[in-house]
């Protein structure tokens, strides 16, 4: 038998997997680590390693909220997933990378974060 999960937790896991999924089309290796300290994922391409803190919503309405200050990381996935629960369209949610430096200055909003959508171009400039 095994122990029931959280929506919450079914939520982060598949925001986590999908992150991994959708580097790996970039040239990302993405791996979660043995222990969570606050580092959801290590990426690393070519030589360059990251640390991301990934944070995961179903809302259309607005972005997650931003972890802690305190929180060491990298870079922030954001994962808005299309859909609900057994219905979730992988192909329609979307991915942003913001660079945790870059945190204090953008507008912190769908539309404000457009320019942070997953691409190759920003891959290339976040791991150069």
């Known amino acids: 038998m095994a122990n029931p999960i959280s929506r919450e937790i079914r939520t982060g896991t598949i925001g986590e997997l999908l992150v991994q999924l959708r580097l790996l089309q970039f040239n990302v290796q993405a791996a979660a680590p043995l222990k969570d300290s606050g580092n959801d994922l290590i990426a690393c391409f ?18 997650p909220q931003k972890p802690k200050d305190s929180i060491k990381y990298n870079i922030l996935a954001i994962v808005r997933l299309s859909g609900y629960d057994e219905t979730i369209h992988f192909d329609k ?18 539309k404000g974060l457009e320019s942070y959508l997953l691409s190759t171009k920003l891959v290339n400039k976040i791991f150069a």
């Open 46 to 63: 070519g030589e360059v390693f990251k640390t991301i803190q990934v944070k995961t919503t179903t809302s259309n309405k607005k972005p």
């Open 93 to 110: 949610s979307k991915i942003y990378l913001v660079p945790k430096h870059e945190l204090t200055s953008v507008n912190y909003s769908w």
